[in-house]
């Protein structure tokens, strides 16, 4: 006897719906990243769809109460092949559209650190869209290695906290504080690329006033070449640490 399940083919497509609160902005910032607007309807209610390579996004009415600013809203998952790919394209679109590439505040792309295996987008109604790598490790570590100690500990769950968890301003607090407690004795390569991710993240979180205590201690360290090419690997921009290097080293 045939069965309702015998009907059922593994060849279904899942749409993401999400929040929208704030409809003429989404429109105009998936626009500027090169979607396609496959449908628009603001009255009698919000709806929105757009189109980019082989997926969609798809957006409806938001809570009353719903603060764009907490980033409460939602998201999906986007796996992709070749996440570095993305990403160059999206901050491209961005410098062509608002002659910068958008890191805080809403919307905002994440900074990508080569060899990572994600990267997020957070819209203007605070859904945050992850792009992964369809093969990212099975072993990646989301919590934290614990089998790491002192700074190198304390750099990994930098690390987790902004490419994971986004949130750049607790890797910067666990920064700041692991260099006051920790910096004694650690590795100076260590040390630098606290230091490094320091100077990069006070300068995305408008702390300039605090980028020259950071770069200067950057600056007095001794790094050979090789040293200094694992620092830039740290950070995701390097170019910000470039007033800040110290003189390379004599042959």
Not at 129 to 135: A, E, L, N, S, Y
Not at 167 to 177: M, N, T
Request: charge should be negative; hydrophobic fraction near 40%.
């Amino acid at each position: 006897m045939t069965t309702n399940e015998d009907h059922v083919r593994p060849n279904e497509t899942m749409v993401p719906l999400l929040h929208c609160a704030a409809p003429e902005e989404t429109v105009a910032f998936w626009r500027a990243l090169g979607f396609e607007v496959a449908y628009e309807q603001l009255k009698p209610y919000v709806y929105l769809a757009f189109t980019w390579s082989g997926f969609q996004l798809h957006y409806g009415p938001a809570p009353k109460d719903l603060d764009p600013a907490k980033e409460q809203s939602g998201g999906c998952l986007v796996m992709v092949d070749a996440v570095a790919s993305y990403h160059a394209v999206f901050t491209e679109a961005m410098r062509r559209a608002y002659g910068k590439v958008l890191v805080k505040g809403l919307p905002r792309i994440s900074r990508y650190r080569a060899g990572t295996s994600r990267f997020s987008i957070v819209d203007p109604s605070g859904n945050t869209i992850v792009f992964i790598q369809r093969d990212e490790p099975k072993d990646v570590e989301y919590g934290g290695s614990t089998e790491l100690e002192g700074l190198a500990r304390v750099l990994d769950n930098a690390r987790i906290l902004r490419e994971f968890k986004m949130d750049d301003r607790a890797a910067y607090r666990a920064l700041d504080s692991g260099m006051r407690r920790r910096a004694e004795g650690a590795p100076v390569v260590e040390q630098a690329m606290a230091l490094a991710a320091l100077v990069e993240l006070a300068t995305a979180l408008d702390k300039a006033d605090q980028v020259p205590e950071w770069g200067a201690r950057l600056q007095s360290l001794s790094l050979t070449l090789e040293q200094r090419t694992q620092v830039e690997q740290y950070v995701a921009d390097p170019t910000v640490l470039e007033p800040w290097w110290p003189a390379p080293p004599r042959p």
